[in-house]
């Protein structure tokens, strides 16, 4: 492939640009696929003449791509694999997050089209919709990174959604997200509760609902100041739901019924009772009216660490136990009510014994795809696979690709478990320019070209303290997850989703609050279905039935 001038946005004839950044934005408004095409069941057998190709050990082969305008073109991890796998990186484009999102697209489209470079979801099929990229075997990919494959089909299954258009594959995962696994239970005042004779964690949804009636009313029943949580309706992923998850719930999720049918979790039977439970709370004053308007990011936060209520949800993380991080909740607390003593909590066990909360699921959110040109050098093709692989089943390589090299970069460290990095790498500013992952909690973070690995893999590149953390407090069989990872994997998601999502919104606030009564939930029930509800449940279960079939002949 010929040598491409570095991409960079026109310093001169600055209305010509804007004209043709325009035309392209509508270009791609008008000509963009609808996720209505993301899981058509379409035959996995793809036109691309790869079982001839060989790679030659002696060619040093010459690759395009674009990395995050953080990186340097020489930096470490470049160099390294460059001198590791004989072959040679030409960097066309450094993009930010938003540079990405409108750079990019205006590069491809006017046909500096990388070999490889990563994308994934909408921006995926988008790119293969104008055949940007190119659609890969499934025998390829199971021939070249058979250890990638079986990984991610087995943790994170539902990621393969994310690399699909029209029925065929188009894209690489780099492995599994490993903090995407992790549920962010709630967190209990227990210097509240201990003041009204509660001393153990609620374990039950029972017990949630007696800490709440201990610190919402006095020994004589009547009503305190204190509330017993608020919620966050307006970020529907986390809303509530950890006593949705106690009646075995995601409330804004595709889940497999109990029936063993692919369902809307808003609409079944069982979100009825949890918000039965709910409006009870609600009237019972242990639900804070601002629910309906709060963050649970900062207004929610706030009311906790103020001592208005005496349970936060979505909040357990190490981040928010450190002690040594002057942003964490620990650390406000201590500043804010120095006598306060905060405790994770656990997701409450509902009637039936059904118990979790809301994730995101492991599926990574990056992927390699390839420039569809080469279809006509598939040797290069195989060679990045084979690069993928290699960096994932070797432990030198793994570590050397995405920490860099021991002793220079990072080193054991003895005393906390895992690894330490050493100056001047210390710095994340300083790793993100060699190309090195810049967060040790989160190590299943993909870097070019290294995918993560399984979660027993890694696990020994992690700080003891934080591992054993979430091994106790955020126990990843406490999560529940979208079977297609998220609500919009969905052929017409697009079209109808949204909305549907408002009307839920709305509808729950309306019983939660009294507005209406608990048979109202039949009434949304046939509105949501008669909106578009019922052409994404016929969706969502052609979507599934392609997705299990996928991860079927992954697996073989």
């Known amino acids: 492939m010929n040598k491409i001038q570095k991409f960079k946005f026109g310093q001169s004839g600055g209305g010509l640009v804007v004209f043709y950044f325009i035309c392209l ?31 030659d050990t002696n060619v040093i082969y010459e690759y395009t791509t674009v990395l995050p305008n953080s990186v340097d073109d020489d930096g470490w991890q470049i160099k390294f694999l460059e001198d590791e796998y004989n072959i040679k990186i030409d960097v066309l484009g450094n993009f930010s997050e ?15 089209v990388p070999d490889f470079f990563g994308a994934a979801g909408d921006y995926l099929r988008s790119f293969a919709y104008h055949e940007f990229i190119l659609p890969l075997p499934v025998e390829m990919l199971k021939e070249y990174c058979p250890t990638l ?3 991610v089909s087995e943790y994170a299954p539902e990621g393969w959604l994310e690399c699909t258009y029209e029925g065929q594959i188009y894209g690489v995962p780099l492995g599994l997200w490993y903090s995407g696994m992790l549920p ?9 509760l201990e003041t009204n004779g509660i001393y153990e964690v609620p374990v039950t949804i029972d017990d949630m609902e007696a800490a709440f009636e201990a610190v919402c009313y006095d020994d004589q029943g009547n009503r305190t100041s204190m509330y017993g949580m608020t919620g966050d309706i307006q970020n529907h992923y986390s809303t509530f739901s950890e006593v949705f998850g106690a009646f075995g719930v995601l409330p804004f999720s595709w889940i497999v019924g109990s029936n063993g049918e692919v369902i809307w979790g808003g609409i079944d039977p069982r979100a009825e009772d949890a918000l039965k439970l709910l409006n009870s709370w609600y009237e019972k004053g242990y639900i804070h009216p601002d629910f309906q308007i709060d963050k649970w990011y900062s207004q929610g936060t706030r009311k906790f660490c103020n001592g208005k209520t005496a ?3 979505y909040a357990t993380s190490t981040m928010n136990f450190d002690k040594s991080n002057q942003g964490s909740m620990v650390s406000m607390l201590k500043y804010m009510q120095p006598n306060a003593r905060i405790e994770p909590a ?24 390839f420039g569809k040109h080469l279809a006509d050098e598939p040797e290069k093709v195989i060679k990045i696979l084979q690069i993928l692989e290699s960096n994932l089943v070797n432990s030198t390589l793994y570590e050397q690709t995405k920490f860099g090299k021991r002793g220079v970069h990072w080193d054991w460290d003895e005393e906390n478990g895992g690894i330490k990095f050493l100056e001047p790498y210390k710095s994340k500013e300083v790793r993100r320019a060699q190309g090195l992952i810049d967060c040790i909690p989160f190590v299943a973070n993909c870097g070019f070209l290294s995918p993560a690995g399984s979660p027993e893999y890694f696990s020994k590149y992690v700080p003891r303290s934080e591992f054993e953390w979430n091994k106790k407090n955020s126990k990843p069989e406490w999560g529940k997850s979208d079977i297609f990872r998220t609500a919009t994997n969905v052929k017409d998601a697009d079209k109808y989703m949204a909305d549907l999502i408002e009307l839920q ?12 009564p608990i048979d109202y939930f039949d009434e949304f029930v046939a509105q949501w279905k008669s909106v578009g509800g019922d052409v994404m449940l016929e969706n969502a ?5 392609f997705n299990q079939g996928l991860v079927e002949e992954m697996k073989e």
């Open 311 to 313: 349970y936060v949800n």
């Open 505 to 516: 919104q709305v509808a729950y606030v309306k019983i939660i609050t009294g507005e209406k």
């Open 98 to 112: 938003e540079e990405v999102i409108t750079k990019l697209p205006l590069m491809l489209a006017g046909g500096d």
């Open 25 to 55: 934005l509508v270009f791609f408004w008008v000509f963009t696929p609808s996720k209505k095409q993301a899981a058509e069941e379409v035959s996995l057998n793809v036109d691309f003449d790869w079982r001839g190709a060989v790679v």
């Open 346 to 369: 656990v997701p409450p066990v509902g009637p039936t014994g059904e118990q979790g909360t809301h994730v995101w699921g492991a599926g990574s959110l990056s992927m390699v795809v």
């Open 184 to 192: 962010r239970s709630g967190v209990w005042r227990m210097d509240i």
């Open 541 to 545: 279960a052609k979507t599934y039935e």
């Open 149 to 151: 494959i079986r990984m």
